[in-house]
């Protein structure tokens, strides 16, 4: 029984052997921590639960059965921000001193640098000896420090502003919104924030991110290399990143851009400076421009495309990413290609070789080359020349070979610059005016000169007379030199035009070309010859009156005589008596002769005085009577505009060759009725009168029955009556003179953001005084000069500038401008604005259409004198010189009248008014009269 019972348990034992059924199977519910921290000291023990974790019985045939623990597997799956991993498994084997069976329900790894953890996401698995294994994927989630991290920028510079830093790399963390902390210079920063992020299934409060931004001032560091580093908020905050290394290097500098100015059809600035560096961009003028070529750390390039910029000066400023930012204020001047705007003069006649001066805006460079173009299309490339010392013009000689018609005008900076042609000039085929004389004939080259144009009298049928506005130019009689404007030019009327010659031209022979503002035009050859000796010139002429009886003495006195011979050129009625004279005397400064006046019996002569060496004047004018200086037959001449009884009449002149009339106040038949208008006629030279127009200034209050007297180019307004009764008042004005007026220096377009319209505009320009100005208090001068000026069309605003002379003692000046394109130049300018300085930019304002500028034979403002003494309504008012020891002190006697009642007065009276001082003394008593 023994035996038998030993045999069934060996049985048993081999039944149990070979036929056992396997372990049960493990199951993995967990394990803690799910995150583990990387670091050199890393000792950690990671918790797993579940069931059936124990040893399990193995016995192999043969063997004694034994207990074999089981075995553990993690599997580097992910990254932790979810992406694929790959990586070597890590076995832990039964028996391995790192994995511990605590119950069937536990097991404790203990993780250490050793096992070959990685940043990363593990499954993890648990076998035991003879069963399936049993899996819990991402079971563990192992933090490292971030790692492939890079900086962008990686350097940047000293003293610029905040710095803004891109980071990259890998296992960025942000714990329930803690951002990782960041060392830099001995600093410890704080991230702006995280981006690309992924939470962690293991927590979800913990965020795995890619990206990051770092601001910061880099304003108090010194240059050098410095390292950044990244510290995880817990629990990944067991060891910091790799450090990235950081550049700090000096601020760049901007010192030159070349081209400085261009124009605004493209091109390629080289920048010159120190410190640049890669990858840098460009802005101009605010507008973002690239990218910029990189040459080396002192040089770059910069292209600006066509049109990419508005005309002006900007900035340049260049930046990098490491707030590398480098500015050159003003480096960069946009210029519009060069535009012609005005042709001096507009007009040439055909079959002439003629010299111009073309204007020129936007000229910044040599220009290169000058272009007529007709209306056909068909160019001529004349002869020019061009000087950097005035290069806002251009003179072209005109060949004589251009047909008549319209020719462009363009002037070019090189093929990249190629100008805009606004401006023409016409040439034409036939004159219209028909221009006769010029007088006088002779212009000094060291003063001004005014003289008189005369056209045919009485016009052909066919030919045109001056308009309004007509403007004239000297013209070298070789056509080489450019013409010269002829100032204060003024169309009197269809035959006559008066201006002034300039100083300081050459002496020679020149041509007089005028231009009406329709474009009609006329050149008179040979007209005008300046000299280098003082030609004559005759102030005044005494007596004014001689008796056609024997040969009287006339008395000339002027300036430059020399030898000189006199006629009298005189008119009675329509028959023309030339009187040839005796010379009694002469001197430099005045000649006495005796006229033979028998041959007229009452005539009006103008005096005509010729030196030895050819050079003429002439003077208006000497009346001739009968012994009984019986009156001359009254003519009618053009009506006043308004009736007057009782005016203060007086001649005055403005030059030479101008000579008006003024009808100052009046009434309209009672004192009662007394008027404060002024009107003013021209007076030719033989007395005919011109039409009367209004004076724009009025006399301070209504005055009539006053005595009036001129004296040199002031007029004196002496008592009379108001509406009510006899005044004491003194008044003066002056006669404005078109010299004292300022000119035009400098015209020129400038582009910006408003403009005026495209076409032809006009411009004059006044002086305006202070109250206390000894000639025109508180008043405005003349605006004799005239531009004008065309603005092209380009499809861009324009502006024009001008600037013009000072003028002493002005305070503030006062331009004037026509009101649209289509108004006549000349003829319809009004006030724009006043401005304290000779300068001023029009960018298409409207002008004040009811303020005119003054002309030429206007009065500046009436200003109050030293009072009389007595009340005088229709006193007898004369001048006398002092004959010495001053005989520039000129009398001003007034005599009887009626008083304050209405009497007559019983005394007369003297004032003394020193005409070079323009300041009146006080009336003083003269001698009583005789009777009153």
């Keep these: ?8 348990a060996t049985l048993g034992l081999l039944a149990m052997a070979g036929c056992a059924t396997p372990p049960p199977k493990p199951r993995v519910d967990g394990v803690s921590p799910a995150i583990a921290c990387l670091s050199s000291d890393l000792d950690e023990s990671l918790v797993i639960t579940g069931n059936n974790l124990g040893p399990s019985v193995v016995d192999g045939l043969g063997e004694r059965p034994r207990l074999v623990g089981p075995s553990l597997r993690l599997n580097r799956r992910l990254d932790l921000d979810g992406g694929p991993a790959e ?255 005005a042709v001096d003069p507009p007009v040439v006649p055909q079959g002439r070789s003629q010299a111009i001066r073309a204007s020129l805006a936007g000229v910044f460079d040599a220009i290169t080359s000058v272009t007529l173009t007709d209306e056909a299309g068909t160019s001529v490339f ?23 018609g319209t020719w462009r005008v363009t002037a070019d900076q090189g093929a990249d610059c190629p100008g805009t042609p606004s401006a023409t000039v016409e040439v034409l085929d036939a004159d219209d005016l028909p221009l006769e004389s010029v007088e006088p004939a002779q212009a000094w080259a060291f003063a001004p000169t005014a003289i008189e144009v005369s056209l045919v009298d009485p016009l052909p049928t066919s030919a045109v007379g001056l308009q309004p506005g007509a403007r004239a130019w000297l013209v070298d009689a070789a056509g080489l030199a450019a013409p010269v404007r002829v100032y204060a030019a003024e169309a009197r009327s269809e035959t006559l035009l008066s201006g002034i010659v300039p100083e300081g031209l050459d002496t020679g022979v020149y041509g007089l070309l005028v231009l009406n503002p329709d474009g009609t035009a006329g050149l008179l050859d040979d007209a005008l010859e300046v000299v280098a000796l003082e030609p004559p010139a005759i102030e005044s002429v005494s007596p004014g009156t001689l008796e056609n009886r024997g040969s009287p003495p006339l008395r000339i006195q002027g300036a430059g005589f020399r030898d000189p011979t006199v006629r009298l050129d005189c008119r009675d009625g329509g028959t023309r008596t030339l009187l040839g004279s005796t010379r009694i005397s002469a001197s430099y400064g005045e000649v006495v002769v005796a006229p033979d006046v028998t041959a007229v019996a009452q005539a009006v002569c103008v005096v005509e005085l010729e030196n030895a060496d050819g050079a003429k004047t002439r003077f208006s004018a000497v009346s001739i009577t009968n012994p009984a200086q019986n009156l001359f037959p009254w003519q009618t001449g053009p009506a006043l505009n308004t009736a007057r009884r009782a005016p203060a009449a007086v001649a005055g002149r403005t030059s030479s060759v101008r000579r008006w009339l003024y009808a100052i106040g ?105 109250p206390d100005d000894p000639s025109n208090p508180d008043g405005e001068g003349l605006a004799a000069d005239l531009v004008v000026v065309t603005v092209p069309d380009t499809g861009d605003p324009w502006a024009i500038h001008l600037s013009w002379a000072p003028v002493p003692g002005a305070v503030a000046y006062r331009l004037y401008r026509s009101p649209d394109t289509a108004a006549v130049p000349g003829l319809e300018e009004a006030l724009l604005v006043e401005v304290a300085t000779p300068s001023f930019t029009d960018t298409g304002a409207s002008v004040d259409p009811g303020t005119p500028p003054l002309v030429e034979g206007d009065l500046g403002e009436w200003a109050e004198v030293a009072p009389l003494t007595l009340p005088r309504r229709s006193p007898c008012v004369t001048t006398a010189a002092d004959p010495f020891p001053d005989p520039n002190v000129v009398y001003i006697y007034a005599a009887g009248g009626a008083g304050a009642d209405g009497s007559p007065t019983t005394a007369s009276r003297c004032c003394r008014s020193p005409s070079k001082a323009r300041v009146a003394r006080p009336w003083g008593a003269g001698r009583p009269p005789r009777s009153a």
């Design 87 to 341: 990586g070597e498994d890590i076995v832990l084997q039964a028996g391995d001193p790192r994995l511990a069976v605590r119950s069937a329900e536990r097991l404790e790894v203990r993780l250490d640098r050793f096992l070959g953890l990685q940043s990363g996401r593990y499954d993890l698995s648990v076998q035991a000896a003879g069963a399936q294994p049993a899996a819990l994927p991402d079971a563990l989630a192992v933090l490292g420090p971030p790692a492939d991290l890079h900086a962008s920028p990686s350097d940047f510079c000293q003293g610029g502003d905040s710095v803004t830093l891109a980071l990259q790399g890998a296992g960025l963390l942000r714990v329930d919104g803690v951002l990782p902390t960041v060392q830099f210079a001995d600093s410890a920063l704080t991230l702006d924030g995280v981006e690309d992020c992924t939470p962690l299934p293991q927590d979800p409060r913990v965020e795995v991110c890619s990206s990051a931004t770092l601001s910061f001032s880099p304003d108090t560091l010194p240059t050098g290399v410095y390292g950044l580093s990244l510290l995880n908020p817990s629990p990944g905050d067991c060891a910091e990143s790799a450090p990235v290394a950081l550049s700090l290097r000096p601020a760049p500098t901007l010192s030159a851009v070349s081209p400085g100015a261009f124009c605004d059809t493209g091109t390629t600035l080289t920048l010159e400076g120190a410190g640049l560096v890669p990858d840098m961009e460009a802005q101009v003028g605010g507008v973002a421009l690239g990218p910029v070529e990189w040459i080396d750390s002192r040089t770059a390039r910069l292209f600006i495309p066509d049109g990419a910029l508005s005309p002006g000066i900007h900035d340049l400023a260049l930046s990098s990413a490491g707030g590398c930012d480098a500015v050159l204020a003003g480096a960069v001047d946009v210029r519009v290609p060069p535009v012609t705007f």
């Design 666 to 770: 009046g009434d309209d038949g009672a004192a009662s009725g007394a008027l404060q208008s002024i009107e003013i006629a021209p007076v030719g030279v033989f007395g005919d009168l011109g039409e009367w127009r209004r004076q724009p200034r009025d006399l301070p209050e209504a005055r009539s029955l006053a005595g009036i007297v001129r004296i040199e180019d002031f007029l004196y307004l002496v008592g009379g009556s108001d509406p009510v009764a006899a005044t004491q008042s003194t008044l003066r004005a002056q006669i404005l003179d078109p010299l004292s007026s300022p000119w035009f220096t400098e015209i020129g377009l400038e582009p910006g953001e408003t403009g005026l319209d495209p076409g032809t505009w006009s411009y004059r320009v006044a002086a305006r005084f202070p």
């Design 1 to 8: 029984m023994q035996r038998g019972s030993r045999t069934v």
């Design 382 to 404: 004349p002869d020019w020349s061009w000087d950097p010392e005035d290069p806002a013009a251009v003179q072209i000689l005109l060949p004589d070979s251009l047909h008549a």
